[in-house]
Nanobody, 120 residues
Framework: QVQLVESGGGLVQPGGSLRLSCAAS????????MAWYRQAPGKQRSLVAS???????NYADSVKGRFTITRDSAKNTVYLQMNSLKPEDTAVYYC??????????????WGQGTQVTVSS
């Protein structure tokens, strides 16, 4: 079993910053790609940013230049630094981690979601 625990969401004014964290625990041998998705009310869940085990990153066009994804593979943790936040960034943010478990089986898990609200 692999569990993901997210933290760092909250209410922030437009132009502000937040840092999300997602820590994976359980029977993990190693992690592969780690990513953040978001889902606003009435919309589908969409990719915000991803990072490979080698450190290559990918961002949605709407967050390029404002958000930064990083990882600490030793801690099985992925971060999302969000700057210059806009009201349209308001959503529930979910992390997703692809991993190899202790039985050397590949899998993926989702976090429980953390609310980010950008409002004055």
């Amino acid at each position: 079993q692999v569990q993901l625990v997210e933290s760092g969401g909250g209410l922030v004014q437009p132009g502000g910053s937040l840092r999300l964290s997602c820590a994976a625990s359980g029977t993990i041998f190693s992690t592969y790609a780690m990513a953040w998705y978001r889902q606003a009310p009435g919309k589908q869940r969409s990719l915000v940013a991803s990072i490979t085990s080698g450190g290559s990153t990918n961002y949605a066009d709407s967050v390029k230049g404002r958000f930064t994804i990083t990882r600490d593979s030793a801690k099985n943790t992925v971060y999302l630094q969000m700057n210059s936040l806009k009201p349209e960034d308001t959503a529930v943010y979910y992390c997703n981690v692809e991993y190899l478990n202790s039985m050397l089986k590949r899998g993926a898990s989702w976090g429980q979601g953390t609310q980010v609200t950008v409002s004055s």
